[in-house]
């Protein structure tokens, strides 16, 4: 830096001359616009209301109306690789980010950890003089991070953004969020019998912070990302929203993708003749069972009531959460930055088919590998959508969202995964109004975008790094008019299923995803003529096998300039649970200290699938009471509190009533050793861990039973692990949060998952805690 100064340096500073040029940071050039990017969650082409959807947005129609409505504009079919090639502009292997977080591996494109090379949007803008913002959902930090001391090397603040506000994960309770601001884990402000929900608490602080920059640097242009966690399970929602669709999916999923796919023609969206995919298109030897449609007529009528139920309070989910999204573009009107904001309004993969073929009330059933049963779900009808419940639709309407095409989220083959909503608007710089584009375009081009309207280039070279070319293109030129797609190849690949698109053709190898089957080298592969056969539903392989070759060696040349291989179509559950390093050794003792923040889930104690014991070391009062641990929420984990003088172990499976409870007679004022022992003695049906249960104060077994516990996390992304007092949503409807632990003196808790005897940990325990 020192020798891009021009001033002149003398021994005293009166005779010298100073030059501020080299210390200067840099500005935006001229007229840079600000960047709105709202990325919603699964959902497919024909949910919304300017695809000819049922959904009605009217936020998004008004930007669409004014803007421009893209219609095969296409992502990565789940939502940590998407959003990973919106964060950089390169392709979701190359980023390490081949699949979530939760199903990371040591292979280069599956590392869960984005390269150097691969510089993000946050960092090149944050260089180029904007203000950068992520709101709402990151599902980019690997999991042995998402914790209080982990690395913060990939969180948002250090990929180039100033703020960060949301949560960290795949998905959140919308009623009780797991919170994140900016580097450190938080509390909710107030809760929803105050009106409290994600989206609206999302919104409200991207309001805060974009005045709070106007406030101060009002020539400073600014990059939002809004990650709303809709339409991600769980589907939650005010009833008013909710109750705007009652009645309105009672024709069922195969009646709306009739209906729908006509809605679709008439718009513009797909051309005249778009022929409709099946239902369940894959053959039996390749299909994932969870991934079956049930037809709608073979439904009972208490089954129809319920299905149209789930699809009620998605659409209230989604509606109420453009309405939000509609506060900040009314907010962006009334100060006169929405004239020179390009938005881009998306959405990540398909529709999900993430709820089984009979919806949930308990999507964290689905990542147990545990049956959902409809008796249970319509017992729950009237309180899908409230906190009662963490629901999901049945996968019927996965594909009815997903017209006209084949499958879902996860299938990234088929369009029915890839092909999203794209809706871009910027009075400053597109004149056209309210047309649609065809153009072929991937979530790798928004970056390329980005920097094109604003007049910066990627760095061939960054903090020292040389780095990789984006993966994406410009869209601008799809501004001007609806002509010939300038992009010419876009790979596929996500959990065992892959496809390859170049210059208007698609191959496609049959494979369902996370299906076990392995053996991709019998898969048979596909051919569509997409410029021709928007729906993909006539297979030219026969007719095309020389075309059909040759993309399949288009598809293994990009593989290796990505690093795709190894294709991985194992298990959920063999694949969520597979260990990772972590940045703490493993160990079989782990010791809590009250009053600290929930530990998450993703680096708490594993007691799944194994024997475990917990002890805490208290000095109780008279009126003691309050919870010792928690782990988990309603939907799925185990408590140990004390009520009514007495001490209480629940442990909830999976939100399933009973809660399995053991309680102790009275407990006596003065210093106690309080604990539970779980030995595990088979698996049940469906894996979980069977075994006895007992309850300990010191010494002595005070109640014993039979119970059950999940062998999959408490949530995929829920309520951490808490001593002292229960967070968020609480483990047992005994108690409301937090439920303090007052009355007495709790020193801390040690969770032991080691197999030995739980009065050999005892002593151990005890003197181990009155040390700290």
Known sequence: MTDDFTGRIELDVRDSVPDWAPFELRKAPEGAPNVLVVLYDDTGLASWSPYGGRINMPTMDRLAANGLTYTQWHTTALCSPTRSTMLTGRNHHANGMGVIMEGTNGFPGFSGRIPEECASIGHILQDNGYSTFWIGKNHNVPEEDVSSGGSRVQWPLQMGFDRFYGFLGGETNNWYPDLVEDNHFIEQSYSPEEGYHLSKDLADQALTILRDQQSSNPSKPWYLWFCPGAN????????????????????????????????????????????????????????????????????????????????????????????????????????????????????????????????????????????????????????????????????????????????????????????????????????????????????????????????????????????????????????????????????YSMLGTRGIWQNGWKAAAVHAPISGKGDFEDDRWELY???????????????????????????????????????????????????????????????????????????????????????????????????????????????????????????????????????????????????????????????????????????????????????????????GLCVGYDSADTVSRQYTNPFPFRGGKLLGVAVDVSGEQYLDLELEARAMLSRE
């Not at 729908?260 to 030897?285: H, S, Y």
């Not at 993969?349 to 049956?371: I, L, R, T, W, Y």
């Not at 997903?402 to 499958?407: D, K, L, V």
């Not at 009514?644 to 939100?655: K, P, S």
């Open 232 to 491: 991600h399970a769980p589907h939650h929602a005010p009833e008013e929203y909710i109750e705007k669709y009652r009645g309105a999916f009672d024709d069922g999923y195969e009646a709306y993708r009739e209906w729908v796919l006509q809605r679709m023609i008439e718009k513009g969206i797909l051309p005249e003749g778009t022929a409709m995919t099946p239902l369940n298109p894959l053959p039996d030897d390749v299909s994932n069972p969870g991934d079956y449609v049930r037809p709608w007529d073979e439904l009972s009528a208490d089954e129809k009531r319920l299905f149209s139920r789930f699809a009620e309070v998605f659409a209230g989910f989604s509606e109420y959460t453009d309405a939000q999204v509609g506060r900040i573009i009314d907010y962006l009107d009334e100060t006169g930055q929405l004239e020179n904001t390009i938005v881009f309004y998306c959405a990540d993969n398909g529709a999900s088919g993430e709820g089984s073929p009979d919806g949930s009330v308990n999507e964290n059933k689905f990542f147990n590998g545990f049956p959902d049963d409809v008796a249970e779900n319509l017992a729950m009808i009237d309180k899908i959508g409230s906190p009662d419940t963490y629901n999901h639709y049945p996968t019927g309407w996965a594909a009815a969202f997903s017209t006209p095409f084949q499958m879902f989220k996860r299938y990234s083959q088929f369009a029915g995964g890839t092909c999203d909503p794209m809706v871009i608007h910027w009075p400053k710089g597109i004149e056209a109004k309210g047309e649609v584009r065809h153009q072929y375009h991937h979530s790798t081009d928004v970056v390329a975008t980005v920097l094109d309207v604003i007049g910066i280039e990627m760095p061939e070279t960054y903090r020292g790094v040389k780095q990789r070319p984006l993966d994406g293109i410009s869209m601008r030129y799809s501004f001007e008019a609806d002509g010939p797609t300038e992009k010419k190849t876009q790979y």
């Open 529 to 719: 003529n997409v410029d021709e056969d928007r729906s993909e539903s006539r297979d030219l392989s026969a007719e095309e096998p020389e075309k059909l070759e040759e993309l399949i060696r288009v598809w293994f040349q990009e593989a290796d300039r990505n690093h795709v291989l190894p294709l991985d179509d194992r298990v959920a559950r063999e694949v969520l649970t597979e260990p990772r390093p972590q940045a703490e050794p493993t160990r079989e003792r782990y010791v809590y200290y009250p009053n600290t923040a929930a530990v998450p889930e993703s680096v708490a104690v594993s007691v799944r699938g194994r024997s475990f014991k917990i002890i805490a070391d208290a000095d109780l009062g008279e009126d003691a009471e309050g919870v010792i641990f928690a782990h988990g929420s309603r939907f799925g984990g185990h408590s140990l509190f004390i009520k009514d003088g007495r001490l209480f172990y629940v442990y909830n499976f999976l939100g399933i009533p009973p809660e399995q409870t053991l309680t102790s007679e009275r407990l006596t004022p003065g210093p106690h050793a309080l604990g539970m022992e779980f030995t595990r003695e088979s698996a049940g049906e469906h894996g979980e861990s069977v075994g006895t249960c007992r309850l300990y104060v010191d010494d002595q077994v005070v109640a014993e039973g039979p119970m059950r516990a999940q062998i999959g996390k408490f949530t995929l992304c829920g309520d």
